[in-house]
């Protein structure tokens, strides 16, 4: 049996090469119809917007053709530029508004955020691909792996889930910025804790000041830490969201974190509990699990192990699962473009089978 090539190596790369992008004429990028698919994107977005009772404005049309112009990553100041250009009447509202419209109708994606807001790209007819991304310079690097796809359709089996479509993004920092490899652990190896003894340490004392396995500072400790380089405070009113979060295992809201410090008399006003959880963000001590019907779902994950989401999108219930073989493709998949992964996010969205119990009906999640 022949030895596998070495990372970033050209046969490497080539495994998980980049997606498959048709370039179309501008002229046709509005009317033609991708293979595999049964709609243009005109078509796609007027069925939206006639089920929201919107119309199919000029503004709209100029917006969509911009967006299906550019293989590129892009925000919305970006676009709005160039929507400019050539229609001065759209409004950055309408850009904004549009660019919900056209991710809800699945014609684009947001890849990922950084301080300039969400960077996006247009979906329709290319091939479906995966992301890393370098949190120094922002460079972001597309990838297909076919044996993930397949990992993630057993899982999707194991759990009857069926699978509409999926996004996997890899956080970390490129060659280019950091190109010794032996800094970085591997992927697989970032914060493994094992959940009861994390549970037993929480257990043992305050949540706020215990130090979890595989850590080096307490969630206090490394909020303080954060607050501290943007010159804020650890005032009484974070500190109670913070034990509120800590104390949770299930997915959350911020409606019910509002509701839960009521109960508690914690002063925190509703702005305050946003603008603090978009902190614990920042430093990792919860994440974004997904947009459902009541807005964005949080869970804490400081001293937990790492794991995946299938997220129902009739009833928004998320299952969550570990996949050691998945793991280990994406370590490949870094190895391959010399990037030095730190933490990802895999979501895979679609039915759960109490929504839809006939397996029938549902393709495969690369479908």
């Not at 709209?60 to 112009?69: D, F, G, H, T």
């Not at 996006?120 to 310079?137: A, K, L």
């Not at 303080?224 to 943007?230: F, G, H, I, P």
């Not at 730190?342 to 495969?364: D, E, I, N, S, W």
Request: hydrophobic content about 35%.
């Amino acid at each position: 049996m022949s030895a596998p090539p070495p990372a970033s190596s050209p046969i490497a790369r080539q495994a998980f090469a980049g997606p498959v992008k048709p370039h179309t004429p501008e002229a046709d990028v509005l009317h033609f119809v991708a293979p595999g698919q049964t709609e243009s994107p005109e078509q796609i977005l007027r069925r939206q917007l006639s089920r929201r009772g919107l119309k199919y404005t000029t503004e709209r049309r100029e917006i969509l053709k911009a967006v299906l112009s550019t293989h590129e990553h892009f925000d919305a100041d970006t676009l709005y530029k160039r929507v400019r250009k050539t229609d001065a009447r759209v409004s950055k509202a309408t850009v904004y508004r549009t660019l919900g419209l056209l991710c809800d109708c699945h014609l684009m994606r947001e890849v990922f955020q950084d301080a300039k807001g969400a960077h996006y790209e247009h979906t329709y007819g290319h091939e479906h691909h995966e992301h890393m991304i370098c949190q120094q310079c922002g460079q972001v690097i597309e990838f297909v792996s076919r044996e993930l796809e397949k990992l993630q359709d057993e899982a999707c089996r194991a759990h009857g889930f069926h699978a509409v479509r999926h996004h996997l993004q890899v956080f970390g920092f490129c060659a280019s910025c950091h190109p010794c490899g032996a800094q970085f652990p591997p992927h697989s190896a970032h914060k493994k804790p094992n959940p009861a003894a994390a549970a037993a340490v929480v257990r043992g004392g305050d949540e706020l000041q215990q130090v979890a396995p595989g850590e080096t500072l307490s969630p206090e400790g490394i909020l303080r830490r954060r607050l501290a380089r943007r010159g804020l405070k650890f005032t009484n009113e974070r500190r109670d969201i913070l034990r509120t979060v800590m104390s949770t295992h299930q997915h959350f809201d911020a409606e019910w974190l509002c509701s839960k410090l009521k109960e508690t008399t914690a002063r925190a006003s509703k702005a305050t509990v946003y603008r603090t959880l978009a902190l614990l963000c920042e430093c990792h001590l919860i994440r974004e699990v997904f947009h459902g019907q009541t807005g964005a779902r949080y869970e804490h994950t400081y001293g937990h192990e790492h794991h995946e989401h299938m997220i129902c999108l009739t009833c928004d219930t998320v299952i969550e699962f570990i996949s050691r073989r998945l793991e280990e493709l994406q370590e490949q998949a870094c190895r391959a473009h010399g990037f030095h992964a730190v933490r990802h996010h895999l979501q895979v969205f679609g039915y759960c089978a109490t929504c839809h119990p006939c397996k029938a009906f549902f393709p495969p999640s690369k479908a």
